[in-house]
């Protein structure tokens, strides 16, 4: 990958972002209060190797105890699905996508 952290599709959140930025997604089946805590799948793949790695220098015997590693970001701020929609959208008007086909703007329901 060229920089961490890089993406280069549009699975996931960053999926959501663009297609609302681009004004197709009008009406999104979801809480906007949901609190959301992204890792990176580098940071994921890394941690997925240190543990094969570790698994791999290890002898198991009956005494054994678990290992266990968890891959958080705690230091991180939890932003809300609505914060993150009004981050891209405010990032949207000063630098649009090309071929928007309506106004950028979702509307959050939970019915």
């Known amino acids: 990958?060229?920089?961490p952290e890089w993406i280069d599709n549009f699975?996931?959140?960053l999926g959501l972002l663009c297609f609302g930025g681009?004004?197709?997604l009008r009406a999104l089946y979801a809480s906007k209060n949901i609190s959301q805590n992204y890792i990176p799948v580098d940071t994921?793949?890394?941690?997925i190797i240190l543990v094969?790695?570790?698994?791999?220098?290890?002898?198991f015997t009956p005494e054994s105890t678990c290992f266990v590693?968890?891959?958080?970001?705690?230091?991180?701020k939890n932003v809300s699905l609505q914060e993150n929609s009004n981050r891209g959208f405010k990032i949207v008007?000063?630098?649009?996508?090309e071929g928007i086909l309506w106004t950028p703007g979702t509307l959050f329901t939970e019915s």
């Open 1 to 3: 990958d060229p920089i």
């Open 11 to 13: 699975n996931g959140p």
């Open 22 to 24: 681009k004004g197709l």
């Open 44 to 47: 994921v793949i890394n941690i």
């Open 52 to 59: 094969i790695w570790k698994l791999g220098l290890t002898t």
């Open 69 to 76: 590693v968890n891959c958080t970001s705690p230091d991180e």
């Open 93 to 97: 008007e000063k630098i649009p996508f």
